[in-house]
């Protein structure tokens, strides 16, 4: 499955800080990632390790870019500083970024509202809406972004 393919299947999710589990497989079979937003200050990562889904969870409180290795082992912050603690001494060439937007006015929702989170970034990608539903109203909370391994720099 193409990531515009599976971002067609998950576009309108209701929000809960992850995709549904069923599409796991896809992500694993398809070399697939996915980028999105969590609370006010959070930002999750997943994406196919030793034939199943990882997931990483990145602060980014008012937004963050994040950059990191093909293989998702460094994250580091605009700064170039560890973003884990478990590779507390990485001084990594992590070659591919994406910025995490907090509430970006150029980038309206469906409904004229704002995404409370999108990303931006030149690694070709799909998005999809992650939606929070207030009664009868729909609220667009994310714009998350879906791309494949293969387009990743070493």
Known sequence: MTAQELAEKLNGIEYNRGIPEEYYPVLVESGLAVV????????????????????????????????????????????????????????????????????????????????????????PHATFDIVEHDGESVLHYCKAIIFSINDLKE
């Open 36 to 123: 999105l937003g969590g609370s006010d200050d959070l930002c999750y990562f997943l994406y196919p390790e030793n034939g199943k889904v990882a997931t990483e969870e990145l602060p980014c409180w008012e937004g963050e870019t994040f950059w990191f290795d093909r293989d998702f082992k460094k994250f580091l912050d605009g700064k170039h500083r560890t973003m884990l603690t478990y590779h507390d001494n990485v001084k990594a060439n992590c070659r591919n970024s994406i910025a995490a937007v907090w509430c970006d006015e150029t980038v309206k929702a469906p409904d004229g509202d704002y995404y409370s989170w999108t990303y931006k970034t030149n690694i």
